[in-house]
């Protein structure tokens, strides 16, 4: 028995090692919401969005992206199936990409005033359709320019047509006809040019009857069609202008709607980028017209005035009608009449339909929808409209996948813990109540009972652990057909040993889309779209939302945990209570007539929830829930309730309560050439162990951890077109400047970090021509260590110590390391160009750093002007993240490791660990070696004990 009892200890002792930091850093690649479709040769989709360009394929596994610096989106593009020219939002950026491998061949810019520029495939020499004309609308000298380019970048012709406003172009061989208007001193008339593509000569065509003009007053002015028409609304408003080269043809409304009175005050003409066909808009209807060649109408077809209207790329006649209302689409047929029904309701979750993107094939059609969320699916149908049975009027689709692209566009997030659930918490506290009352060797045996315990949620974990490492060796992504098919539950995470599972909550205001996401593996838990129809019920359907408010309301220990989400409009907020683990809502949401600018969650728990402060633009305030307990609760403790507000861009005022209001208490108004960049203060949960640190001489000299100082980062720009940046530490309660610091000849971008007893101001420095990193250390100058009170309205300031440092890489953003006790050394972590997430340690940028050792203190090397960007630096790793804009970092249960999320276009999840892994076993650790070793010592042990016995029992005898 004695023996089996070693055995029992060696192995507890071996799986509780066993049991170690298991994390594998997750990304999730998104592209955002997205603007145009087009598919590519061997069935993979190239698309646009707001935010970049990429390939993707039939899977919907991102092959490649392409983003221009600044994330300024994708204006427009084109592609021959083995390049694609890109041109950027502002129209200031082309770029040539290789269609296979995404690389970039060549990037050129222009320097225009425009936002209005379009691409077009042309042949120059013969040359296969490799080469490119752009047209711009320069918006300041009101002309159009030209751009003829070859596929290696360099520039055939120019040609600028001045006074000239292009609308629609048509290609003919080696013709271009330019439609669009004429700026005179007294009004706009309709010109057509004819632009030869292989030298660039212009000639305008001029005999257009002058009495048959366009309606200058509507969108979409003028529309061109494949049969080399340019067709607009007559400025009569009486029919429509046919423009064919030199001649036009009137089409008077009469005889298009023969026998049905209409008056056409709002007609407005679409264009649904139809070869064919065009769609005219008045009374809330919509009349989908079809001119052929003899320029005649052959076909109507009214729909109702919210749909859009698309066409089937692939097909002669298909067009796709969307309602998006009714979550259906219709496939019409304006030749034949035909029409049929894709019933999209299964989607409802999604909210309304944006978009659609058709494709037509052999058999079927390959549909691409986004949706109000973002969300953008793929469905296929079983048919087509041609093939489809006579006496069908619906047409039937298979799912087969879909990306959250509201990911990319992450406004608001909240990390916490994974909550114990209520039998783990009725556990727990039996647990330390018998522990409590336990002698020693008891405790042993919890301990050792706590060990099993442990050892079996591994090995019930083992399938699981098993079951994900099969998905992370597929390249397929979560099929939902099943979703569909049949409705399951959320999944739960689960607590553990190393706080390593946690909840993301995460809410995209653009999106109105709230998310709950596994920390451990990327897994989206669930998702939930914040329709928008209660809050603009009574605020008129095109209200903004906007969310205001995403917080952990309930204590930690409470379940279910409770997150408050709060919206607002222009007039009234909306209040939604939360399930933070499967999303589901806690109490009905509310809305109250209250416009919330800020709030405040106050430190006091009232029945396992911290009450809120709203506050609105007038610095009046309510109180959620607004009890009698909370209400009597906050009216002890209002005195030392304070907060700031940031107005307009030069205007920071404090406000504290006085007789039961808020009332300004202090303020800071910048001059006008002045803006605020940024405002930095330390994260209310940081936790510091080292209070003090002690100097070369051996004195102690004590850290100023004032969490109400917050830093303060402005620019100027003065007459000489020079920026001056400034640094103000202030004290937000009575509103005292603690310390100022200013810089001359700097240039964004500006980061401005506050933690401790540090700040850190980053900028590109135009004298040195470097990035330069300055660090603001303060300290206190006395300490009262009897005094029971302390204020922000009596203390001193503090003693403050600088140092300068230059970087050799541009920043997005920073963030600091944040650990369960704050022993652990703090490192820096910023964002870089490349998709790279680097570790500055903290102890580089200190601002007692002397280039005499015998003035440096302990534990501080040589001050050295440069920060050194080491391989063992980067965080990401080989990992590329497109448009990070934000890092949060949180604690876990290991004082070593900090958890870092990285927000922007992508998501990005790791570990951070600035003095290594000194409370846990290193994953690279011998195990083998180790059971060996125990199962050596074991054997030793039995035979040692045998021999023993033996050799007594020898001794006995004789």
């Given at each position: 028995?004695?023996?089996?009892?070693?055995?029992?200890?060696?192995?507890?002792?071996?799986?509780?090692?066993?049991?170690?930091?298991?994390?594998?850093?997750?990304?999730?690649?998104?592209?955002?919401?997205?603007?145009?479709?087009?598919?590519?040769?061997?069935?993979?989709?190239?698309?646009?969005?707001?935010?970049?360009?990429?390939?993707?394929?039939?899977?919907?596994?991102?092959?490649?992206?392409?983003?221009?610096?600044?994330?300024?989106?994708?204006?427009?593009?084109?592609?021959?199936?083995?390049?694609?020219?890109?041109?950027?939002?502002?129209?200031?950026?082309?770029?040539?990409?290789?269609?296979?491998?995404?690389?970039?061949?060549?990037?050129?810019?222009?320097?225009?005033?425009?936002?209005?520029?379009?691409?077009?495939?042309?042949?120059?020499?013969?040359?296969?359709?490799?080469?490119?004309?752009?047209?711009?609308?320069?918006?300041?000298?009101?002309?159009?320019?030209?751009?003829?380019?070859?596929?290696?970048?360099?520039?055939?012709?120019?040609?600028?047509?001045?006074?000239?406003?292009?609308?629609?172009?048509?290609?003919?061989?080696?013709?271009?006809?330019?439609?669009?208007?004429?700026?005179?001193?007294?009004?706009?008339?309709?010109?057509?040019?004819?632009?030869?593509?292989?030298?660039?000569?212009?000639?305008?065509?001029?005999?257009?009857?002058?009495?048959?003009?366009?309606?200058?007053?509507?969108?979409?002015?003028?529309?061109?069609?494949?049969?080399?028409?340019?067709?607009?609304?007559?400025?009569?408003?009486?029919?429509?202008n046919v423009f064919n080269g030199f001649e036009a043809t009137p089409i008077n409304f009469d005889d298009i709607f023969s026998g049905d009175k209409f008056t056409f005050s709002n007609i407005e003409l679409l264009d649904i980028s139809s070869e064919n066909y065009i769609a005219l808009k008045f009374e809330d209807k919509i009349t989908i017209l079809n001119i052929d060649d003899t320029i005649s109408i052959n076909n109507i077809f009214p729909i109702d005035p919210n749909s859009s209207i698309h066409p089937i790329i692939g097909s002669k006649h298909d067009l796709m009608i969307i309602q998006k209302n009714k979550l259906i689409a219709n496939i019409y047929n304006p030749i034949t009449?035909?029409?049929?029904?894709?019933?999209?309701?299964?989607?409802?979750?999604?909210?309304?339909?944006?978009?659609?993107?058709?494709?037509?094939?052999?058999?079927?059609?390959?549909?691409?929808?986004?949706?109000?969320?973002?969300?953008?699916?793929?469905?296929?149908?079983?048919?087509?409209?041609?093939?489809?049975?006579?006496?069908?009027?619906?047409?039937?689709?298979?799912?087969?996948?879909?990306?959250?692209?509201?990911?990319?566009?992450?406004?608001?997030?909240?990390?916490?813990?994974?909550?114990?659930?209520?039998?783990?918490?009725?556990?727990?506290?039996?647990?330390?109540?018998?522990?409590?009352?336990?002698?020693?060797?008891?405790?042993?045996?919890?301990?050792?009972?706590?060990?099993?315990?442990?050892?079996?949620?591994?090995?019930?974990?083992?399938?699981?652990?098993?079951?994900?490492?099969?998905?992370?060796?597929?390249?397929?992504?979560?099929?939902?057909?099943?979703?569909?098919?049949?409705?399951?539950?959320?999944?739960?995470?689960?607590?553990?040993?190393?706080?390593?599972?946690?909840?993301?909550?995460?809410?995209?205001?653009?999106?109105?889309?709230?998310?709950?996401?596994?920390?451990?593996?990327?897994?989206?838990?669930?998702?939930?779209?914040?329709?928008?129809?209660?809050?603009?019920?009574?605020?008129?359907?095109?209200?903004?939302?906007?969310?205001?408010?995403?917080?952990?309301?309930?204590?930690?220990?409470?379940?279910?945990?409770?997150?408050?989400?709060?919206?607002?409009?222009?007039?009234?907020?909306?209040?939604?209570?939360?399930?933070?683990?499967?999303?589901?809502?806690?109490?009905?949401?509310?809305?109250?007539?209250?416009?919330?600018?800020?709030?405040?969650?106050?430190?006091?728990?009232?029945?396992?929830?911290?009450?809120?402060?709203?506050?609105?633009?007038?610095?009046?305030?309510?109180?959620?829930?607004?009890?009698?307990?909370?209400?009597?609760?906050?009216?002890?403790?209002?005195?030392?309730i304070f907060y700031y507000t940031k107005q307009g861009n030069n205007l920071i005022n404090g406000f504290g309560i006085k007789d039961n209001k808020f009332e300004k208490t202090w303020s800071i108004n910048f001059p006008n050439n002045t803006k605020i960049i940024s405002i930095s203060q330390p994260s209310p949960t940081e936790r510091v162990s080292a209070l003090s640190r002690v100097t070369k001489e051996g004195n102690t000299i004590i850290k100023y951890l004032n969490k109400n100082c917050i830093s303060i980062v402005t620019l100027t720009t003065d007459e000489e077109i020079s920026k001056t940046a400034e640094l103000l530490l202030v004290d937000a309660v009575s509103g005292k400047?603690?310390?100022?610091?200013?810089?001359?000849?700097?240039?964004?971008?500006?980061?401005?970090?506050?933690?401790?007893?540090?700040?850190?101001?980053?900028?590109?420095?135009?004298?040195?021509?470097?990035?330069?990193?300055?660090?603001?250390?303060?300290?206190?100058?006395?300490?009262?260590?009897?005094?029971?009170?302390?204020?922000?309205?009596?203390?001193?300031?503090?003693?403050?110590?600088?140092?300068?440092?230059?970087?050799?890489?541009?920043?997005?953003?920073?963030?600091?390391?944040?650990?369960?006790?704050?022993?652990?050394?703090?490192?820096?972590?910023?964002?870089?160009?490349?998709?790279?997430?680097?570790?500055?340690?903290?102890?580089?940028?200190?601002?007692?750093?002397?280039?005499?050792?015998?003035?440096?203190?302990?534990?501080?090397?040589?001050?050295?002007?440069?920060?050194?960007?080491?391989?063992?630096?980067?965080?990401?790793?080989?990992?590329?993240?497109?448009?990070?804009?934000?890092?949060?970092?949180?604690?876990?249960?290991?004082?070593?490791?900090?958890?870092?999320?990285?927000?922007?276009?992508?998501?990005?999840?790791?570990?951070?660990?600035?003095?290594?892994?000194?409370?846990?076993?290193?994953?690279?650790?011998?195990?083998?070696?180790?059971?060996?070793?125990?199962?050596?010592?074991?054997?030793?042990?039995?035979?040692?004990?045998?021999?023993?016995?033996?050799?007594?029992?020898?001794?006995?005898?004789?």
């Open positions: 028995m004695r023996n089996i009892f070693y055995l029992l200890l060696i192995l507890i002792f071996f799986f509780s090692t066993f049991i170690t930091c298991s994390f594998q850093p997750w990304k999730i690649e998104n592209l955002g919401k997205v603007e145009k479709v087009s598919k590519g040769q061997k069935g993979n989709l190239f698309i646009s969005t707001s935010l970049l360009f990429a390939s993707l394929q039939s899977s919907s596994k991102i092959e490649w992206t392409h983003s221009f610096p600044q994330n300024q989106g994708v204006n427009t593009f084109v592609d021959n199936n083995q390049y694609i020219y890109i041109l950027s939002n502002n129209c200031k950026t082309l770029s040539l990409i290789k269609a296979s491998n995404g690389n970039i061949l060549w990037e050129r810019n222009f320097e225009l005033s425009t936002n209005k520029c379009n691409l077009e495939l042309i042949s120059i020499n013969n040359n296969a359709f490799n080469d490119l004309l752009i047209t711009f609308y320069d918006d300041i000298n009101r002309s159009t320019y030209f751009y003829a380019i070859s596929i290696n970048g360099n520039t055939h012709w120019t040609k600028k047509i001045s006074n000239f406003e292009y609308e629609t172009k048509q290609m003919k061989k080696n013709i271009a006809t330019i439609g669009g208007f004429t700026n005179t001193n007294t009004n706009k008339q309709l010109s057509i040019y004819s632009i030869n593509l292989q030298n660039g000569n212009t000639q305008l065509i001029n005999n257009i009857q002058p009495q048959l003009n366009c309606l200058l007053s509507i969108k979409n002015k003028l529309i061109s069609l494949s049969n080399e028409n340019f067709i607009c609304i007559d400025s009569n408003l009486k029919g429509l009449n035909k029409t049929v029904d894709l019933n999209l309701n299964r989607f409802n979750m999604f909210g309304k339909i944006e978009k659609i993107f058709a494709f037509e094939e052999t058999n079927f059609y390959n549909i691409y929808i986004v949706f109000e969320d973002h969300t953008f699916i793929s469905i296929q149908t079983l048919t087509t409209l041609t093939t489809l049975s006579i006496n069908r009027n619906t047409i039937e689709y298979s799912f087969l996948w879909q990306r959250n692209e509201a990911l990319a566009s992450i406004s608001h997030t909240q990390i916490i813990d994974t909550p114990p659930n209520a039998e783990e918490i009725r556990d727990l506290a039996e647990e330390l109540k018998e522990e409590a009352q336990a002698s020693i060797f008891e405790c042993f045996i919890f301990r050792i009972s706590h060990e099993f315990n442990q050892l079996k949620v591994y090995i019930l974990d083992l399938p699981n652990k098993l079951n994900k490492l099969i998905n992370d060796l597929s390249d397929l992504n979560l099929n939902l057909n099943s979703l569909f098919s049949k409705k399951k539950k959320n999944q739960i995470v689960e607590s553990d040993r190393f706080a390593f599972n946690k909840i993301i909550v995460a809410a995209s205001t653009k999106a109105n889309k709230l998310f709950g996401i596994d920390s451990n593996s990327g897994q989206i838990l669930w998702s939930k779209f914040l329709e928008t129809s209660n809050l603009c019920k009574t605020s008129g359907c095109n209200c903004q939302l906007q969310i205001n408010t995403l917080q952990l309301i309930s204590s930690p220990m409470h379940y279910p945990p409770e997150f408050v989400l709060i919206r607002t409009d222009s007039e009234k907020s909306e209040i939604i209570w939360f399930n933070p683990v499967d999303g589901q809502e806690t109490k009905k949401s509310e809305i109250i007539n209250f416009l919330v600018k800020k709030t405040i969650i106050l430190p006091w728990l009232i029945d396992n929830e911290h009450p809120l402060l709203l506050i609105d633009e007038n610095t009046k305030f309510m109180l959620l829930p607004e009890t009698h307990e909370i209400v009597e609760s906050f009216k002890k403790r209002q005195d030392h400047i603690l310390h100022h610091a200013s810089w001359p000849n700097v240039l964004e971008p500006i980061l401005n970090l506050r933690s401790e007893n540090w700040a850190i101001i980053y900028f590109w420095n135009s004298v040195n021509s470097q990035y330069q990193i300055s660090v603001f250390d303060m300290y206190e100058p006395f300490i009262d260590w009897e005094a029971k009170n302390h204020s922000s309205f009596d203390a001193l300031n503090p003693i403050v110590a600088s140092q300068a440092y230059f970087l050799n890489t541009y920043l997005n953003c920073l963030a600091v390391t944040m650990t369960s006790h704050g022993i652990t050394q703090k490192n820096i972590i910023g964002s870089i160009p490349g998709g790279q997430l680097i570790n500055l340690d903290k102890r580089l940028i200190d601002a007692r750093r002397s280039q005499d050792p015998t003035k440096n203190d302990d534990g501080l090397k040589i001050y050295s002007a440069y920060l050194p960007i080491g391989l063992y630096s980067f965080l990401s790793k080989n990992q590329t993240l497109n448009g990070i804009e934000k890092i949060i970092t949180v604690e876990t249960a290991l004082e070593s490791t900090s958890f870092v999320l990285a927000i922007g276009i992508d998501l990005f999840a790791t570990l951070s660990t600035p003095a290594g892994l000194f409370d846990t076993i290193d994953p690279s650790f011998n195990y083998a070696l180790l059971m060996l070793s125990n199962l050596v010592l074991f054997i030793v042990i039995v035979a040692l004990r045998s021999y023993s016995k033996r050799q007594e029992l020898n001794h006995k005898w004789k």
